[in-house]
C-alpha cells in the first residue's frame, strides 16, 4: 500500500540526548515535511524538503537537523538544544502542487 | 503572524445536526484546506478550496471561502458519531508548496449519538 510511514510511534528521550525520527514515503512525492503539534494545538512547520539534498528551515526550525539524501525519507534529528522536546511530531509528503499526506505521528516524550 | 483563528475550539452536537467552523486568516493566500485529526492520529485531507473559489462540495462537506473577509467555513451536514475529531483550517500561501501550510489551533467537534 501506499503510505507515510512514521516510527517508532512513541519514543522517549533523556536530558541531553539526540534523537532521530524517521519518516518513509512510497508515493513518489517531491516534497516532504516536518510539523510539531503540542498539545491542543495546531501544528507547527519545522522544517521541510522540495527536493533530494535540499532543505528549508520552518517556522520553528531551532533544535531540529534534517536530511534529504533519498527521496523516499526524511528523518528529523531532535537535538539536545531543543528545549522543550516533548510533542507530537507529524511527517507529510506532497507532489508539486498537491495536498499534504501526513503520516500516523511518533509521540516523543522527555524523561 | 500568519496564524488565524479558528472558532469554536469546541463544538458539542447531536447526531444528524449539522456543524459549522470558521476560520480566519491575517494575509493572501493561494488555497485553503481543512484536515481531520481522529484522537493521537495522523490528519486526513477533507477538502482544498482556491483563492478564486467561493464554495466546494465533497459528499456532506462544504466549504465557503471570502477572500474579502479572509474567512472560511466548513459545514458538515447530517454529523454522525464517526465525524467525532478535531478539524484543522490550513493555508497555503502564494509562492509556496501546497505543503507547507500554516494551521489553525482547530475545532474539535464531538457528535452524540
Known amino acids: 500500500d501506499g503510505g507515510i510511514t512514521q516510527s517508532p510511534k512513541y519514543l522517549f528521550r533523556k536530558e541531553g540526548q539526540n534523537v532521530t525520527l524517521s519518516c518513509e514515503q512510497n508515493?513518489?512525492?517531491?516534497?516532504m515535511y516536518w510539523y510539531r503539534q503540542d498539545p491542543g494545538q495546531g501544528l507547527r512547520l519545522i522544517y521541510y524538503?522540495?527536493?533530494?539534498?535540499?532543505?528549508q528551515k520552518g517556522d520553528i526550525a531551532e533544535g531540529y537537523s534534517v536530511s534529504r539524501e533519498k527521496k523516499e525519507s526524511f528523518p528529523l534529528t531532535v537535538t539536545s538544544a531543543q528545549k522543550n522536546p516533548t510533542a507530537f511530531y507529524l511527517c507529510?509528503?506532497?507532489?508539486?502542487?498537491?495536498?499534504?499526506?501526513f503520516g500516523q505521528g511518533t509521540r516523543l516524550t522527555v524523561v | 503572524s500568519q496564524q488565524g483563528e479558528e472558532d469554536p475550539q469546541a463544538l458539542s452536537i447531536q447526531e444528524g445536526e449539522n456543524a459549522t467552523m470558521n476560520c480566519s486568516y491575517k494575509?493572501?493566500?493561494?488555497?485553503l484546506q481543512w484536515y481531520r485529526q481522529n484522537s493521537g492520529r495522523g490528519l486526513v485531507h477533507l477538502i482544498l478550496?482556491?483563492?478564486?473559489?467561493r464554495e466546494k462540495h465533497s459528499g456532506r462537506l462544504r466549504v465557503t471561502l471570502d477572500t474579502s473577509k479572509k474567512s472560511s467555513s466548513l459545514l458538515i451536514t447530517a454529523s454522525r458519531a464517526a465525524d467525532t475529531a478535531s478539524y484543522f483550517c490550513?493555508?497555503?500561501?502564494?509562492?509556496?508548496?501546497?505543503?507547507?501550510?500554516?494551521f489553525g489551533q482547530g475545532t474539535i467537534l464531538t457528535v452524540h449519538p
Open positions: 507529510a509528503s506532497s507532489r508539486q502542487g498537491g495536498v499534504a499526506f
Open positions: 508515493l513518489n512525492h517531491d516534497a
Open positions: 524538503s522540495q527536493i533530494v539534498n535540499d532543505f
Open positions: 494575509t493572501s493566500i493561494n488555497n
Open positions: 478550496i482556491r483563492s478564486n473559489e
Open positions: 490550513a493555508r497555503a500561501y502564494s509562492g509556496t508548496s501546497y505543503g507547507k501550510l500554516t
